[in-house]
């Protein structure tokens, strides 16, 4: 994710914050301070709010590390500050694996505070006085946090679709019908539950404005996406190989490329030497290579050189996931390490809306 700092890869895998995370500490410290606290009292609070990310560091992790139990990756994980994200590759298709997945980061905050309470316990610093709970001091630091790890899981658990709860409900309503009538019915309910969200934060918290916002974006690029894999699925990328374009040479000068853009519909071209492939150029990259060199510059010179290519036999949802993920437009296909076709973002959308109007 742009703008986001590596924090490090526990078991391999990226941990990144985003820079929008200040905001939250930000808002932490303007808080205090209309309180009046002093500094000791707002170092304890700021310390508290990294607390609750490290605890959902590891409920992300968590769904991570299921998730690779059922040969599914994690990108990275990325801390914003409505939370923790992780990036699987895909949820699993089988709803029991789904909802082991889905039930893994709640059950890390129910395992955290299940140890701060016995620690507590044994500590006897279990103490329940209401005045207790007025600020963030070193005695009741440990205390609150359990309380933080409780209502974490509490709210993950609510069957607002893409949360965790949400998945939950989907996993289990697609034991009974099929993942695109649970993913429907899913993310209307998510969206429900957003609205009243939405409402509670206008009068409790604005933050929960944002996250209502985005359990309604996510609950619907999600039934999306489910939507596409399920009409993609049983397909390759031979089924959309485009054959008809025009390789350029990396010796050509950026001028032809120029004459090709504007006689035909073609604006992403394929630069290949010696029967391999060597670069991509897009409309994009013509411009700003006109910007910076003469007509007779070298396709060489502004050409991308990292090429994502996909064998011939590759799943038409897997490949077109990943293009969407990597916001690749175009990929060469390949069979028998030799090029066979192209296949573009536009043709794969234009193939799913020709799909779905045939199963209509």
């Not at 992790?61 to 801390?79: Q, W």
């Not at 090709?260 to 630069?271: A, H, N, S, T, Y």
Request: aromatic share 10%.
């Amino acid at each position: 994710m742009k703008y986001a700092v590596e924090l490090g890869k526990p078991f391999g895998i990226r941990v990144s914050v985003h820079w929008t995370f200040l905001l939250i500490i930000a808002w932490v410290v303007f808080i205090d301070l209309q309180q009046g606290l002093n500094l000791s009292q707002i170092a304890y609070s700021v310390l508290f709010v990294l607390s609750i990310f490290v605890c959902v560091v590891l409920h992300e992790l968590s769904h991570s590390l299921m998730a690779r139990r059922y040969g599914i990756n994690t990108r990275g994980i990325t801390l914003l500050p409505i939370g923790g994200v992780a990036d699987l590759e895909r949820m699993p298709d089988d709803p029991r694996q789904e909802l082991a997945v889905s039930l893994a980061g709640p059950l890390m905050n129910v395992a955290i505070a299940l140890l701060l309470w016995i620690f507590l316990s044994v500590a006897g610093a279990m103490k329940l006085e209401p005045g207790n709970f007025q600020e963030i001091t070193h005695s009741n630091f440990l205390m609150i946090l359990m309380f933080a790890n409780i209502m974490l899981a509490v709210f993950n658990l609510v069957p607002a679709f893409p949360l965790d709860g949400g998945r939950v409900f989907r996993s289990l309503l697609a034991l009974k019908m099929s993942r695109d009538d649970a993913t429907y019915v899913a993310m209307n309910i998510g969206k429900v539950f957003a609205f009243f969200i939405a409402i509670w934060g206008i009068y409790a918290n604005p933050f929960l404005i944002f996250i209502a916002i985005f359990i309604y974006i996510g609950a619907q690029r999600e039934y999306e996406m489910v939507k596409y894999t399920s009409v993609l699925s049983g397909y390759t990328v031979n089924d959309v190989l485009m054959h008809e374009y025009t390789p350029l040479h990396p010796d050509d000068p950026i001028k032809r490329a120029v004459d090709i853009l504007l006689d035909g519909p073609e604006q992403r071209f394929i630069v290949v030497e010696d029967d391999r492939v060597k670069g991509i150029l897009t409309r994009n990259d013509i411009i700003q290579g006109l910007m910076q060199y003469d007509q007779e510059t070298e396709v060489r010179r502004i050409m991308n050189t990292q090429v994502t290519t996909f064998p011939a036999d590759t799943s038409l949802e897997k490949a077109y996931e990943q293009m969407r993920n990597q916001q690749i437009t175009m990929a060469p296909v390949m069979k028998n390490e030799q090029l066979a076709g192209l296949i573009d973002l536009d043709n794969i959308n234009e193939f799913l809306m020709v799909r779905r109007a045939m199963r209509r």
